[in-house]
């Protein structure tokens, strides 16, 4: 139980290569595919350590300003202190990013990115939490400078509820900046905080991480995306994530996070940690 409530933490926070999210959809009959490593580690006497490699995200946009959502990891859970290590699939995200307001030169593009963590992991294993939970967060993004040299900023939060024995429901919350450095490289960095998610004594308390990473495009429609840190505040805990990114579809180039060619993340489910 105490892996397993570490995947909660993991696999639903925010978007490639971060934690936190933004509410930018991929393009209306735009496709994108992630094939990802993630890995969310807490200290020696909370939840172990969870791994999903190799883990694969897919989005839709099934009509304009909505974007349909899946995640399916293969995970791997390593107890703390020498304990078991399990492998086998993990439990399934599913869910939809819905963009409400648009960006003006004013006003931030809003939306939000609620989604369902099915219980297809076998939480005994470690390799899940045993029921569905989910996740409700609005998220904010704007814009600004060249094209070529934009900023963006994005972040909000919102609350992950976990009905099951052992865990709690806990409210997360995230902030990003980034720029685009080249017309190849982008690179940012975000704070993400999250509360106490488990009831136990050992459980994962609140945690405050500085992470640092971007991207590197070799092609408009494929891409490498990177993110790395750890806590700076409460209790220890890393993130890693690594993936090779494609977009495809009908009328347009899509680009990571919704075609404006920034990496954006697509928060996975986080498995809470006990």
């Known amino acids: 139980m105490a892996l397993a409530a570490g995947f909660v933490a993991t696999n639903a926070l925010a978007g490639p290569p971060f934690q936190t999210d933004d509410p930018d959809p991929v393009e209306h009959r735009h496709f994108e595919m992630y094939a ?23 989005n839709y946009g099934v009509v304009a300003n909505v974007q349909l959502h899946l995640v399916v990891p293969l995970t791997a859970s390593f107890a703390p202190n020498g304990g078991a290590v399990n492998y086998g699939i993990g439990d399934t995200e599913v869910g ?7 960006e003006t030169k004013v006003i931030p593009e809003i939306g939000i990115f609620p989604f369902f963590v099915l219980p297809s992991g076998d939480a005994d294993k470690g390799l899940g939490v045993g029921k569905t939970w989910y996740r409700l967060p609005l998220w904010l993004q704007k814009r600004w400078g060249a094209n070529d040299r934009q900023w963006t900023s994005y972040g909000g939060g919102g609350e992950a509820v976990v009905p099951q024995a052992g865990y709690k429901d ?24 999250h509360g106490a998610e488990g009831e136990a004594a050992t459980s994962s308390r609140a945690s405050t991480m500085l992470d640092i990473g971007g991207s590197y495009e070799f092609r408009p429609d494929f891409n490498l995306l ?46 809470p940690h006990l």
């Open 36 to 58: 990802f490593e993630l890995s969310d580690g807490t200290g020696r006497n909370a939840g172990g350590t969870v791994l999903e490699a190799p883990a694969y995200e897919a």
């Open 96 to 102: 939809a990013k819905v963009r409400f307001v648009k």
């Open 170 to 193: 806990y409210a997360f919350a995230g902030w990003l900046v980034q720029r685009q450095l080249s017309k190849k490289i982008t690179l940012g960095g975000e704070l993400f905080g």
């Open 226 to 271: 990177f993110a790395a840190g750890r806590s700076v505040h409460g209790q220890a805990e890393t993130y890693s994530y690594l993936a090779l990114y494609w977009t495809w579809g009908v009328g347009g180039k899509g680009k990571a996070g919704g075609g404006d060619g920034a990496p954006a993340p697509t928060f996975f489910g986080r498995i």
